[in-house]
């Protein structure tokens, strides 16, 4: 296993972009780490990075190699926790990108019903918007992702796909309040607290917006959902959200969730994925069968 050593310092010169930054990391000498890229650089008869003053940059054939790096490290981490398994360890680290819809309650539950059945699993999540998500995923950062609104990438797997309508947060005595179901033209005339444009749900309602010629009172924009919902409680301004992170038993005391009519904003999906034709590693695979059970047992709750 002693290559695979070698593998993840080419790994982290590549995200760092830096020998020296790399070197430090790994607690090695610079010099020492450099030679062995010379090395196998002479090895291969091709120049794998192209050093810079400040840096370095992965040449064409640097990016075919660390393609070939990332394989071979996630194959050795799905071996190794095939191994603990075996000695019935249950030991392994999901790590999952998703959107901030659902950090809120819905992931953080699904982990803590995860962690009663495998207690020594661990997880690594990182909150991003669907662009930055789908990066992570194709960098080998992050094993699964769990977003709304992905961008087209033809690696990508859908593990499962849930529909998602928008539903609008208000408080309880917001005039809009007394309605069942919100057109987004109720809403004029209103302040809105709406998340920053990288979001999707924000995109859909941007593109609505455009096609319907209509205009909102944007009072505040952030890249917080948890700073949205403090600005519907405290300021009396709507926002909106995906269903899924808008649960009424997730809710702060005093804000209502009311649907949007769907002829303005139709459902997109909410999608589990992973890279096609990838091994995932034993942890990440189990954890993405007990996501895809939780999410369809979703589509069975009928809609209100």
Same mark, same amino acid.
């Given at each position: ?10 790994? &982290? ?19 020492? *780490? ?14 794998? *990075?192209?050093?810079r003053p400040r840096g ?11 393609t070939y790096v990332r #394989? ?16 019935? *360890? ?36 990182? $909150? ?7 990066? *992570?995923? $194709? ?7 769990? $977003?709304?609104? /992905? /961008? ?11 529909p998602q309508r928008l ?28 998340? &920053? ?8 309602? #941007? ?92 589509? #069975?709750?009928?809609? #209100?």
């Amino acid at each position: 296993m002693r290559h695979l050593r070698f593998l993840r310092y080419m790994d &982290e010169v590549a995200r760092t972009g830096s020998i020296r930054g790399a070197a430090d990391r790994l607690n090695v000498t610079p010099s020492a *780490l450099n030679r062995r890229i010379m090395d196998l650089e002479e090895e291969l008869g091709l120049k794998l *990075l192209e050093r810079r003053p400040r840096g370095v940059r992965l040449t064409s054939a640097g990016e075919v190699f660390l393609t070939y790096v990332r #394989e071979q490290l996630n194959d050795a981490d799905r071996m190794r926790s095939q191994l603990e398994d075996l000695r019935g *360890l249950r030991r392994g680290t999901v790590r999952i990108a998703c959107s901030q819809a659902l950090a809120h309650d819905f992931l953080p539950r699904q982990i803590g019903a995860f962690r009663k059945r495998y207690p020594l699993m661990t997880f690594e999540v990182m $909150v991003v918007d669907h662009e930055r998500a789908m990066g *992570l995923l $194709v960098d080998y950062v992050v094993d699964l992702i769990l $977003v709304f609104r /992905p /961008p087209f990438l033809g690696r990508l797997r859908p593990i499962m796909t849930l529909p998602q309508r928008l539903v609008a947060l208000m408080v309880e005595d917001h005039p809009l309040a007394r309605k069942a179901k919100l057109r987004l033209a109720d809403c004029t005339g209103y302040p809105l607290a709406l998340p &920053e444009f990288s979001t999707g749900g924000r995109q859909m309602i #941007e593109e609505r917006l455009s096609r319907a010629g209509l205009k909102l009172s944007v009072a505040a924009e952030t890249n917080s959902f948890e700073l949205l919902r403090g600005l519907v409680a405290h300021t009396g301004m709507i926002s909106f959200q995906i269903e899924i992170g808008a649960q009424p038993e997730a809710m702060p005391p005093g804000i209502v969730v009311r649907p949007v009519d769907e002829r303005d904003l139709p459902s997109a999906d909410l999608v589990l994925g992973q890279l096609r034709d990838r091994n995932l590693p034993l942890a990440s695979a189990q954890f993405a069968e007990h996501l895809a059970g939780a999410l369809r047992g979703r589509m #069975e709750v009928p809609a #209100e």
